[in-house]
Structures are given as structure tokens and as C-alpha cells.
């Protein structure tokens, strides 16, 4: 081939452009004439300018401008471009074959596919129970489903289901897309058999399922079920091998009974079964059955690998809350044998009838407190005055709610049955829970009322009773009212009488004496009777007040007691109906702010100048325990507040030489010591005794969690914030005698130590230690533990095996972990983290 260009080549360079080549054969080229040469030139330039542009060899005539595409057209359009490069590359045909937009669009671009997210931006379905292969958790709730999907079973165990009834065409799941494998054998998208997890929580409820399949009882590791709202009429009995289930939820659906190894799930603790069609409650069906074995543990198959089906000795053992409203249900036909650890029972909107023979029943349930029969059709004499007169104690010790709104139940017959009850009873209507040591029997029509409305028609009672109620400008008075103010403008009238020269006029006097049964002679307006007792002027009025006020402060003298056991009883420190007693804060004088070096004031003024009247006559002890264990109420009293009291900080207990083993209060189950500035050992005062001889009492020094401890066993809440603790306070033995449980000692469920001096938390970190091998310690009961804002350097990873709800560490001086652990993921999160740093 030659290396020579073409002509078309060389004559496309510029005229303009010199030659740089240096070869003799380029200067003949210049040997023509040189008028021809510049004539060349001439014609070539002019032409060059004159010609118009050479148009494309493919370009046709103008057309009218097409419309631009929309934003969809376009990517409509990349993505076929895409696919077509990707797939068609082979078959010759390029991008440039579509010519029009109808062209480029996939076929099936006007229908919706599977393949496509869905209004709500789920995944598909396949997508989402591949998914569930690595978190363990299936939500197809809201898909319309006939039944489960087959393909749950062939993705999660590998099995087809058989085939059921009632569904002849279940909708096929898309096949799935082919992928190559990876380096260790499985997909990418999909979990690597070590990171797979067994199902634990299907969610399919609001959808259409009529039937569930047999092989659902292969997943043996579920623990929550929810089918609620959907269509079915009867599970498999299969269902009932579900061992670990622990919520159950199969409300609003057509069923009519349940399989009976149902009531034997050794693990259930809450089951929904409302708004269905069943007629009894079996509770000890699967116990008479003839195939029941003699041991605890039953097996479906015998084969090697096939895990053991547990069933209960007992029915439902840990069952909690049973929702059985709206059914069909009679009280003939609910078996006694209930599960003794119910505490909340629903048995709304059912033809019971007789209920008398229940309530026998669930009476002697230990730890039952919620019980709601509204809207039941009872028959009205059930309840009789002595239905509870057989039993040895009294019924329903937990009970804080019972509801017979809407029934036929009087409030006559339910105050005569129920009055053997400890608790005091309640008839209020309302959203907040009762108080403790309080149960509210619900009876008539249901009418909510807020809490204020409830207090105001209290009030209105007790005012009424009084003779001192609400009253109109055009309501009588009641005669007494009218008889003690006649009686008072009497006596005022005849304190201010003047001597005999200086007598009012004989028609004042007239009216003075007449008698009292004439309304018209007695009654004058106020500025009037101020008038005669000279309270018109500001002195006057300044007179009166502090003659009162002197006349108050003798007669508060004369019924002072020599104790303060009266003050402390003062309905303004202690609330009967909470059973909490609070003191008022107590704080040393404050500093002078002059530069004299005495002070003229006298410091008990300074230090009470912002104190109530009747809070002079108070101890100053932060904790006046003698004086407190001298009250009436001492053995019903449950919460202590003593915030901020810390003018003298110290325990002042009663006289004697051992602390009893049962302590004082027994019921107290709440101290609140927050801001006394107590530190890690307390100054104890024993209270003195009239045969002691010494003036002063005698004091001792002990250790603060340790002397708490011995005085409240029953204590459940201690608030220890802003105070001066420090890591001494929290030795290993100080907290285990107080934290964990004994004989003698409920342990705490609460623990506030905010604001305090801790650095370190090896206490709890050999607290902590208990746990490892065990699961549960019996003597735990800490659900809370507040260490904010202390100088924590470190966070023990033992802590994460505290059983907590609630970890509060914010505002200490540590880095790790970061604040967006417990911020993001809770207290769980945290203590999770810390269990994974345990070496």
C-alpha cells in the first residue's frame, strides 16, 4: 500500500500555510509563471470566500422540529439503550437502529411487574423472604395473600408444601434471577450459610388467608405470630408444635375452635384470640387426651435429627394477658383449670350468663389485676353478697381494674360481694390508673371524666356535707349560715358601741335589738360592718391583722405538743391517699453579704426566713426517722422525700442497741435523698430515752448504702443524686446488700445516682460477674441504674450483662463508647455493645 496521500489530502491544506520540508522537489512546484501563480491565488481565495458550506451527504431537507422528551422518555429510553448494548451487540444491529421513541421502550413497559416496588416502597415478595433468611424477621402484611407463600418454604427450608384446598391457584413467585457464585459458594444477595438465622416473627395479618399449611410447624424457632384480620376458619393441628412461640395474635378472623395441644405451648405468653367465633375455652383439653405422654416432652417423629416437641405439664404456664373478647363464649363452657400466672383477663361482649363460679375462680389467681367483662351479657343476679364468704383469705390481692360497664351488674351488688377485698374501692371513670392500694370496680354506663372533673365532684360532696356548698345568688341560705351571721354583725355591733354621749342614733340601736328571725334587720353590706370595726383606713386594717396575728401565735403555742409527731402528720407533708410523706428542704444560714463580721440577724431567721409558718416546728435531721415511726400512718407509708434537706445531715433513729432484722417502715418502698449532700458514711443519732441522764444523744458513724439497708428492707426506688459519693460508697458488699434480694429484703428495682463523685465502677463491675455461665441471678431485681454526669472514666464491657431496661451514662468524661450508641440503638444497644467487648 502506498504511503503516498491522496490528492483530496494535500489539496485540503490552507494555501496560506509555507512548506517546511526541505526536499528539492517542493520548490519545482514554484517554477510556474508568476502571473498565472498569483491569478491562482486570486481566483482560489475569492472562490473559497464566495462558496457557500458544503452541506453533510446524509442531510436531508429541513423538517419541522420534533418535541423534546420528558424526563421519563429519557430514561426510558438510556435504559433500552442499555439493554440493547449490553444483550444485542452481537446481532449487528447498534444504537443507532432506534429511530423513534416507541422504538427504544421495552415491550412490557406500560404494565406494572413484580420486579417494580410496590405504592407502599416495599420490596417484592421474593425479595423480602430471601431477606428474612438473614434477619430472621418476615413482614408480608397488606399483600392480599390467599395463604403463605409455597415459596417460603422452598427458600427457607428447601420443601414444597403440599397443596391446599382451599387456594387451587396460588400466584407463583418470579423466578429468581440467575447469579454466579461467589468464592464461597453462595449468591451475592444472598446470605452465606454462616450468617443465615432461623424465622423467629412472621407478620402476615390484613391479608385474605383462608388456610395455613402443615408444614408451618417446621419452623421451630418462632416466637411471635401475627395473623390477625385475615379469613381463617381452622388451623393445623400441627400449629401447636410450635415449642418457643411467645406471642400469639389470630383476632378478627372466622375461627371456631383451636387445636387442643394449643393450650400446652410451654412458652406462650400473650394470645389474641378476639373477634372470632369460639364457643369454649379447653384449657386442660390436650391433658385428657388418651395420646398424652407421661412426661413433660412429646416427639413428632422418631427420627434422629427431629427436634423434641415440648408441651406443658400445665395449661400455659406463663400465659399473661388472654384477650378472648367477642366471641361466643359461656362461662359453663370455660374450664376452671385457668393459668394461674393470668394478669390480664378480657372476656368482653360474650353471652357468659352465670359468672358467679368464675369469679370464685379467677378470685384465687395470685397475680391477676386486670379483668374486663364490658359489654357481656351476664345474668343479673350472678353476684350475691356471699360470693367470696368460703374463702379463707381475701380474693383478688392484685386486682387494680375490674370492668362491668355495659352490663347488667348493679353497683348495689358489686359494692356487697366485693367489700371483703383489702384494697380501697374505686367507682371513678377514668383514664389514669388507679392508685396503688386502690381497685376500680367499673359499673353502669361508661362516661370518661378527667381527672379534675372526678376531684371537682369530690370536692362539691364533702362541701355539701359540710353545709358549705356552691351556692346561687338566688338559693336560700341554709339557716345555719343565716343564725352565725346574724350572730357575728351582733357582736360586732356591740364591741364598737361608743359611751353615752357619743351613742348612735336610736334607729341604729333599734335594729341592733331587734330580734334575729327578721332577715331584713340583721343584713348590711360589708363596707358597713368594716366601718363600725374601723377597718376603713389603712392603719386600722394593720391593727387587726396583727392583733390576729398575735392571737394566732397564742393559741398555736398553747396546742403546741412537746413532740413534732402533730406537724408531721400536717396534711401538707403527708398525701394519705399516695401514702408519701415529704418534708420540706432544709439548707444552712446563708453567708452575709456586708463586710461587718457579725450579723445583726439572727441566723435561724436567715435560715428560715423563706421556710412556711409550720415548718419551724419540724426536725432539722435530713432523716427524722424517731420521729416518723411515731406516726399513725408509719405501717402504711410506701414513699419518703427528703430532698434537699441539709442543715443537719444526719439519721436520727430510734432508741435502740440493735437494728431489728425486719428494719422500719415495712412497707416503704420508695426514699427519695436527692441533694442532702450526704457522702459515703452518714452521722447516726439514736433518739434519747427518759432514762438516759445525758443532754446530748449519742452519735455513730456508718457506711450510707449499709445503714439504708438495715433501717428499709422493703425498699424497691433509692434516689442517691447530687449528693458527694464516691467509689468507696460502692464496694461490692455494700451494694449486694443492698441491690440483690434476700429472705429478708426485697432488692431494689432502682437506683439514681446522678451527679455524684464516681470515677470507677468495680462494685458493679463484680456485680456484673454474677451473670457470666448464668443467664438469671434469682436475687436480682435492678431495672434501672442512673450514673449520669459522674467523672466515669471507663464503662466495665461486664456491665453489658446486667438484665436492664433502662442504662443512663450521659455527661461523664468517657470516649468509649460514643454518644451515638446508646442515643441510636437505647439502652439495649448499648449493653449490647459492651457484651460484645467482653474478652
Known amino acids: ?37 498569483a491569478r491562482t491565488r486570486t481566483t482560489s481565495t475569492l472562490a473559497r470566500a464566495t462558496t457557500p458550506t458544503r452541506k453533510p451527504r446524509n442531510e436531508e431537507p429541513t423538517s419541522p422540529a420534533k418535541p423534546a422528551l420528558s424526563t421519563k422518555e429519557r430514561i426510558a429510553l438510556m435504559r433500552a439503550e442499555a439493554k440493547k448494548a449490553q444483550g444485542g451487540a452481537s446481532s449487528g444491529g447498534g444504537l443507532g437502529d432506534m429511530s423513534t421513541l416507541d422504538e427504544a421502550l421495552p415491550a412490557n413497559s406500560q404494565q406494572a411487574t413484580e420486579e417494580e416496588a410496590d405504592l407502599l416502597g416495599r420490596m417484592p415478595l421474593r425479595e423480602t423472604i430471601e431477606k428474612a433468611r438473614s434477619t430472621g424477621t418476615l413482614n408480608i402484611a397488606t399483600r392480599s395473600l390467599p395463604c403463605l407463600p409455597s415459596g417460603l418454604f422452598d427458600i427457607h427450608l428447601g420443601i414444597t408444601p403440599d397443596p391446599l384446598k382451599s387456594v387451587e391457584n396460588e ?13 464461597r459458594g453462595a449468591k451475592r444477595n444472598a446470605p452465606a450459610w454462616f450468617e443465615a438465622q432461623d424465622l423467629t416473627v412472621i407478620k402476615a395479618w390484613n391479608n385474605d388467608i383462608t388456610e395455613i399449611q402443615h408444614e408451618i410447624s417446621l419452623f421451630g424457632s418462632l416466637k411471635t405470630v401475627d395473623l390477625h384480620n385475615n379469613k381463617l376458619s381452622a388451623l393445623p393441628t400441627t400449629f401447636a408444635d410450635l415449642s418457643f412461640l411467645t406471642h400469639l395474635d389470630l383476632s378478627q378472623n372466622r375461627l371456631i375452635s383451636l387445636p387442643e395441644n394449643l393450650w400446652s405451648l410451654p412458652e406462650l405468653t400473650v394470645l389474641n384470640i378476639a373477634n372470632n367465633q369460639l364457643t369454649s375455652l379447653p384449657f386442660t383439653a390436650p391433658f385428657h387426651s388418651s395420646s398424652k405422654r407421661a412426661g413433660p416432652n412429646s416427639y413428632a417423629s422418631t427420627a434422629f435429627f427431629t427436634p423434641a416437641v415440648v408441651r406443658a405439664t400445665a395449661p400455659l404456664p406463663k400465659l399473661i394477658n388472654l384477650d378472648a373478647s367477642r366471641n361466643q363464649l359461656k362461662s359453663s363452657e370455660i374450664d376452671l383449670d385457668i393459668p394461674s400466672a393470668l394478669v390480664k383477663f378480657d372476656l368482653s361482649d360474650n353471652p357468659l350468663g352465670e359468672i358467679d363460679a368464675l369469679l370464685q375462680k379467677l378470685g384465687s389467681l395470685p397475680r391477676l389485676k386486670e379483668l374486663r367483662f364490658e359489654k357481656a351479657e351476664i345474668t343479673p343476679g350472678s353476684i350475691s353478697a356471699d360470693l367470696f364468704s368460703s374463702f379463707d383469705s ?40 388507679p392508685a396503688l392500694g386502690t381497685t376500680r370496680i367499673l359499673v353502669g354506663k361508661r362516661v370518661i371524666k378527667e381527672q379534675w372533673e372526678i376531684e371537682l365532684e369530690r370536692r362539691t360532696q364533702q362541701r355539701a356535707q359540710k353545709g358549705s356548698g356552691f351556692r346561687g345568688d338566688w338559693d336560700p341560705e341554709p339557716p345555719a349560715a343565716v343564725a352565725k351571721k346574724a350572730a357575728a354583725i351582733a357582736s360586732a355591733s356591740e364591741l364598737k358601741e361608743e ?3 357619743t351613742s348612735p342614733p336610736p334607729t341604729t340601736r333599734a335594729k341592733a335589738h331587734k330580734p334575729l328571725g327578721s332577715r331584713k334587720e340583721v343584713e348590711k353590706e360589708a363596707w358597713e360592718i368594716e366601718a363600725e370595726q374601723g377597718l376603713l383606713t389603712e392603719g386600722g386594717k394593720r391593727r387587726a391583722r396583727a392583733n390576729d396575728a398575735a392571737r394566732g401565735a397564742d393559741e398555736q403555742s398553747r396546742e403546741a405538743s412537746p413532740t413534732n409527731a402533730s406537724s408531721i402528720s400536717n396534711p401538707q407533708y403527708y398525701n394519705a391517699q399516695t401514702q408519701t410523706l415529704t418534708l420540706p428542704a432544709s439548707a444552712p444560714a446563708p453567708k452575709a453579704n456586708h463586710n461587718r463580721s457579725f450579723s445583726l440577724a439572727s441566723p435561724f431567721a436567715l435560715a428560715s426566713s423563706s421556710a412556711a409558718p409550720g415548718d419551724l416546728t419540724l426536725p432539722a435531721q435530713t432523716l427524722p426517722l424517731s420521729v416518723i415511726v411515731a406516726q399513725p400512718f408509719a405501717d402504711s407509708l410506701r414513699a419518703l422525700i427528703l430532698t434537699n434537706r441539709r442543715l443537719d445531715r444526719t439519721f436520727a433513729i430510734p ?33 434519747q430515752t427518759a432514762d ?38 460502692l464496694s461490692f458488699e455494700a451494694l449486694s446488700g443492698i441491690v440483690l434480694g434476700a429472705p429478708n429484703r426485697s432488692g431494689l428495682r432502682a437506683l439514681k445516682l446522678r451527679g455524684n463523685r464516681l470515677s470507677e465502677l468495680d462494685g458493679f463491675q463484680k456485680v456484673a460477674e454474677l451473670f457470666k455461665g448464668n443467664r438469671e441471678v434469682a436475687e436480682w431485681r435492678m431495672e434501672e441504674l442512673d450514673l449520669r454526669d459522674n467523672e466515669i472514666g471507663r464503662l466495665p464491657a461486664e456491665l453489658g450483662l446486667l438484665p436492664l431496661d433502662v442504662f443512663l451514662v450521659e455527661g461523664n468524661v468517657f470516649r468509649v463508647p460514643q454518644r451515638r450508641v446508646w442515643e441510636r440503638e437505647g439502652t439495649k444497644g448499648l449493653l449490647s455493645w459492651l457484651r460484645g467487648r467482653i474478652e
Open 171 to 183: 400466584p407463583k413467585l418470579p423466578a429468581a434471577e440467575e447469579e454466579a457464585p461467589t468464592r
Open 1 to 37: 500500500m502506498s504511503r503516498i496521500p491522496p490528492p483530496s489530502t494535500r489539496t485540503s491544506r490552507s494555501p496560506l500555510k509555507p512548506s517546511t520540508s526541505s526536499t528539492p522537489s517542493k520548490p519545482t512546484r514554484t517554477l510556474t509563471p508568476a502571473t498565472p501563480s
Open 394 to 433: 381475701p380474693p383478688f390481692k392484685a386486682l387494680r381494674i375490674l370492668d362491668f360497664s355495659g352490663t347488667a351488674v348493679s353497683l348495689a351488688s358489686v359494692q356487697a360481694a366485693f367489700k371483703c377485698l383489702t384494697q380501697e374501692l374505686d367507682h371513678s371513670f377514668t383514664l389514669d390508673e
Open 655 to 687: 432508741a435502740l442497741d440493735v437494728i431489728p432484722a425486719s428494719g422500719f417502715l415495712h412497707h416503704l418502698e420508695e426514699l427519695d435523698l436527692e441533694g442532702c449532700n450526704l457522702e459515703d458514711t452518714v452521722a447516726v443519732q439514736r433518739a
Open 499 to 501: 359611751p353615752a354621749h
Open 692 to 729: 438516759d441522764g445525758n443532754t446530748t444523744p449519742p452519735r455513730a458513724t456508718e457506711p450510707l448504702l449499709s445503714i439504708l439497708a438495715k433501717l428499709f428492707p422493703s425498699l424497691k426506688s433509692l434516689n442517691l443524686s447530687y449528693n458527694r459519693l464516691s467509689n468507696a460508697a
